[in-house]
């Protein structure tokens, strides 16, 4: 097994597809198609199903996709540790980080980074507290930035700054006219909130949970994927929603949304890293700007 089979098969498994996988690594589809037909076969197993014009993973599939993870990020890691004993710093920072965090904090200490150290390359992958915490844990990325809470064993975490949730209705909501709502309120409320697996989400439940309210409770009539869809979806209807006091900023300013008087308890930043993977001296250096970022 060599490390370009195990690096065209994950890039075939993430894109569920051959020509668009040969596109992104700049071989041909018969290239690429070649290459997982030689792993399959020299281990008897089928990683793949073909499924009309597409493909899908197979169980065995699936559960060779971390493994395959590893090992490259194994190999980048030593890549990395050899070119710095020259001295110089430079090479890649892969970086994953929720929404929130990605579009209201994380652009300042990368744009500092960069113009330290223009010798690092910064790979920026957005996405869910959950799915960057998985990133973290397989190798996909150095450092990881959360919104949420997260039980993993292997990651370490450090904290990073704060932020506060705020509950936004449109103008014309009976609580934007009268009293501020009880949690049993918010019961009776329909709902358009975040995804499960986003920080966004998490921290609202543990806020109103800690209220006495149990948020199976709520009445969720709409889940979107970003903070933006959230916002528009709100101005449209009766609804009541949940986003960052960073998110909602220019919306409550330009009086499309309003902020409801119910107080949701603040929720960390965190930076995520794994506890037994070399780490880098870029990413010991991106670490090291964040200090100045809180002060």
């Keep these: 097994m060599t490390l370009e089979q195990l690096r065209i098969f994950v890039a075939v498994a993430d894109r569920q597809h051959l020509t668009r996988a040969a596109g992104a690594l700049n071989l041909s589809p018969s290239a690429v198609s070649t290459a997982i037909r030689t792993l399959e076969e020299r281990y008897g197993a089928r990683l793949f199903d073909r499924v009309g ?19 490259l990020a194994a190999a980048a890691a030593a890549e990395q540790a ?11 920072l892969a970086i994953q980080a929720s929404q929130t965090v990605s579009a209201y904090w994380l652009p300042q200490p990368l744009m500092r980074f960069h113009a330290a150290h223009p010798g690092i390359a910064l790979d920026l992958t957005i996405g869910n507290t959950e799915t ?3 990133a973290v844990g397989e190798g996909a990325a150095d450092l990881g ?7 993993e064993p292997a990651l370490a975490m450090r904290l990073v700054a704060a932020d506060r949730l705020v509950l936004l209705t449109a103008p014309g909501h009976p609580w934007a006219q009268g009293a501020a709502p009880s949690a049993a309120d918010l019961a009776g409320a ?3 909130l975040r995804e499960r697996g986003s920080g966004t989400r998490s921290a609202f439940e543990a806020s109103i949970r800690s209220d006495g309210l149990d948020p199976a409770a709520l009445d969720i009539v709409m889940t979107l994927p970003s903070n933006e869809a959230i916002l528009t979806a709100l101005e449209a209807g009766p609804y009541a929603g949940v986003t960052s006091e960073r998110v909602a900023a220019n919306a409550l300013a330009a009086g499309r949304l309003r902020r409801i008087d119910y107080a949701l308890r603040p929720r960390p930043f965190r930076m995520l890293w794994h506890k037994e993977r070399y780490r880098t001296r870029a990413a010991r250096a991106f670490e090291a700007l964040l200090p100045n970022e809180l002060a």
């Design 53 to 71: 014009r597409g493909i899908e993973l197979t169980e065995t599939g699936r559960d060779f996709l971390p493994e395959a993870r590893q090992a």
């Design 82 to 92: 050899l070119t710095e004993r020259g001295g110089t710093l430079r090479g890649k």
């Design 132 to 134: 960057v915490s998985r």
């Design 145 to 151: 930035f959360i919104e949420g809470e997260i039980d």
């Design 190 to 192: 329909q709902w358009i």
